[in-house]
């Protein structure tokens, strides 16, 4: 397992809005996290309600820009790399809202695709072995 703290400086993400709090496991092309952030009363996107499962493509994303810094630095580069979230498809949700009782999210993600300008991801997001959002998403890297 890799804490947050081995990873961290590799993402543009930061402060709360850095979601993932570890990672379990990784390799060249995949990568399953955990995290359980999405229980804290300031989350970032959290509203009165709780958290809405839409976000959970958040989690997916993070779990990317993860992977392609660890796939990066086991290359040698250990630079941030600066990217956007340029498509979200097949988007599935099994909740409305995700359960603060119900324990960690476990978030997984599998390289289909990459290069020098951007990658796409298969992600899914389940909470207890339960499956709560899943879909693919794409990013573009943008010039620092």
Excluded: C, N
Excluded at 67 to 86: D, I, M, P, Y
Aim: net charge negative.
């Amino acid at each position: 397992m890799l804490d947050k703290t081995d990873w961290a400086h590799l993402i543009p993400h930061a402060g709360s809005m850095s979601l993932l709090d570890a990672v379990v496991t990784w390799d060249e092309v995949s990568i399953h996290a955990v995290s359980d952030s999405f229980a804290h009363v300031d989350h970032p996107l959290r509203k009165p309600d709780g958290l809405h499962a839409v976000h959970l493509a958040e989690y997916g994303a993070q779990a990317m820009a993860v992977h392609g810094a660890l796939s990066a630095r086991a290359r040698g580069v250990e630079v941030v790399r600066s990217g956007r979230l340029v498509s979200l498809r097949d988007v599935r949700l099994a909740v409305e809202y995700v359960d603060t009782g119900a324990g960690r999210l476990d978030i997984h993600a599998e390289r289909l695709f990459a290069d020098d300008s951007g990658a796409q991801y298969a992600f899914r997001i389940e909470q207890g072995g339960r499956s709560l959002a899943d879909g693919r998403a794409a990013v573009i890297y943008v010039a620092s």
